[in-house]
């Protein structure tokens, strides 16, 4: 067993940086390759390690594969990358329409893509604090080696995206000790454990292997698992520009409950699948501890979604148990969760669906949102011309099975958990997939008979986005010095 080093990766895997409420994102160019390299040597990016004065600032940073390419590794050592981060996001036909990202989502519409830019550098500062941070990282050696081909600015984070809904709350928790073997993660009950292989290259992974990794012939002092493991300690960062329109949505909920406030807030929890406070709709068996909203539920009691819809966003892009099926016990439930299938022999029509097992695609999610906030209130009396939405960063070891299976099979899917006709109610594009609609949304009721609402408007639109890879320290050393 490899132990995680904390000194070799960088602190946004470990911390969400959360205190340094300031961001700014800056995509970036190799303008004059030596001046980049010397400047990346002695860029003070952030390690995981725990420091004994919490820092007022820090820096990130991440490759797209083209960036790799302009710090000149060799294509036999870039091509072992992973698939998705070498085409990137938006470029192949088959990856978008999979993404959701047709029609006005459609990558030939988007601002930017990591194609465009070598470099993701992400500046976090406290309050007030950015502008000093960045103004002593922006300096001459800086403007010499680099040329910002876009700065992604945003708002002052308030734990609260822009449709007014608490965030950040739900995340993997990362075994980082390894102290219980993959094995024994959540195969009979749901546990919010991953192994450190989910998030970093080089470890153990919930298969219990070790998550795929580039190596190279020299060492750079990164030996991992017996090589010189170019990936180790690093990770994937998947980025993109969701664009939200807050006014639709909130105009939308209060047509469709007739004015009605406290309908209306109940019909956008239902879509969450949480209150605006972070309250989840599940109450069982939470454990509300420390002031945060609870996250310590599952959806066993509530299995065909009365008391949370099967559709809402929270359901959909983590259904906790949802692979376990219900009244099996011993060696059959333990056998149909680890395979991945489970049958729910429910009494609505259709419900044979296959939900893979959860634990294989968690996401350890890191956006900011950007633009001026605005209040469901004066969304729905003024409107607003001004932009808002998010920059959804999520971190992971496996483009394909974790955010790609997540955004295609549990978001931008028409089918999920029995429920036809319907995509995720906050990030459905709702154009048809197969001439089957994709812009309902149903809330399942005790009486059985189910209230529908149809032809969503589309609230969140894709406008840039990309696939990096976030080396640990010594890959970044590797990167700025030896490759060649
Ligand atoms: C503008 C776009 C989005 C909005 C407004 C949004 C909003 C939210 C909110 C309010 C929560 C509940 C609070 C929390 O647990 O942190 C949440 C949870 C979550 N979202 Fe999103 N989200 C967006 C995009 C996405 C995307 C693109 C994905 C993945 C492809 C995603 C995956 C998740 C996951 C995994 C959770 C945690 C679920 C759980 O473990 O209970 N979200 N989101």
Request: charged share 25%.
């Amino acid at each position: 067993m490899t132990k995680v080093d904390f000194d070799d990766m960088q602190g946004l895997v470990r911390f969400g940086h959360g205190r340094l409420v300031e961001a700014e994102f800056l995509l970036l160019k190799v303008a004059d390759r030596n001046a980049a390299r010397a400047w990346l040597f002695d860029a003070p990016i952030a390690s995981a390690a725990t420091q004994s004065t919490l820092p007022d600032s820090a820096l990130q940073i991440a490759f797209s594969a083209e960036g790799l390419r302009a710090f000149d590794l060799s294509d036999d050592i870039v091509a072992q990358f992973s698939q998705p981060f070498l085409s990137g996001m938006g470029a192949e036909n088959s990856r978008s329409r999979r993404l959701g990202d047709t029609g006005t989502n459609d990558p030939e519409g988007w601002r930017w893509k990591e194609a465009d830019a070598h470099i993701l550098l992400m500046l976090y500062g406290e309050r007030d604090g950015l502008e000093a941070f960045r103004a002593s990282i922006k300096d001459a050696r800086f403007h010499k080696a680099f040329e910002t081909v876009q700065s992604l600015q945003t708002q002052p984070n308030s734990g609260v995206e822009p449709f007014g809904f608490a965030d950040g709350i739900s995340e993997p928790k990362i075994d980082w000790e390894q102290s219980r073997p993959p094995s024994k993660h959540g195969r009979e009950t749901y546990s919010n454990l991953i192994a450190p292989g989910e998030v970093i290259l080089g470890h153990p992974n919930e298969y219990d292997e070790i998550s795929p990794s580039p190596s190279v012939e020299t060492d750079g002092g990164f030996e991992n698992a017996d090589r010189h493991d170019l990936g180790a300690n690093g990770t994937y960062l998947v980025l993109r520009q969701l664009q939200q329109d807050v006014p639709g949505f909130w105009q939308f909920l209060d047509l469709a409950t007739e004015g009605d406030a406290e309908r209306r807030e109940n019909l956008a929890a239902k879509m969450v699948g949480r209150h605006r406070d972070g309250t989840p709709l599940m109450n069982n068996r939470c454990d509300i501890s420390g002031g945060r909203p609870a996250n310590n539920f599952t959806y066993d009691d509530d299995i065909n979604g009365v008391v949370c819809p099967l559709g809402a966003h929270i359901r959909r892009a983590n259904p906790r148990t949802g692979d376990i099926p219900p009244g099996n016990n011993g060696i059959l439930r333990w056998l149909l969760s680890t395979l991945g299938f489970r049958r729910r022999p429910d009494k609505l029509p259709g419900r044979h669906d296959l939900v893979a097992s959860t634990r294989f695609h968690r996401l350890v999610r890191r956006g900011r949102a950007y633009g001026p906030q605005l209040s469901p209130e004066e969304a729905i009396s003024k409107g607003s011309d001004e932009e808002r939405g998010l920059f959804f960063i999520c971190l992971c070891a496996d483009i394909v099975r974790q955010f790609e299976f997540v955004q295609n099979a549990w978001m931008a899917s028409g089918r999920f958990d029995g429920l036809t006709g319907e995509a995720d109610p906050l990030l459905g594009n709702r154009a048809p997939i197969g001439g089957a609609a994709t812009g309902g949304f149903t809330i399942q009721t005790a009486r059985g008979v189910p209230e529908h609402h149809a032809n969503l408007p589309q609230f969140v639109t894709v406008k840039g986005g990309g696939y990096f890879f976030m080396p640990g320290l010594k890959a970044l050393r590797y990167i700025a010095t030896t490759a060649s």
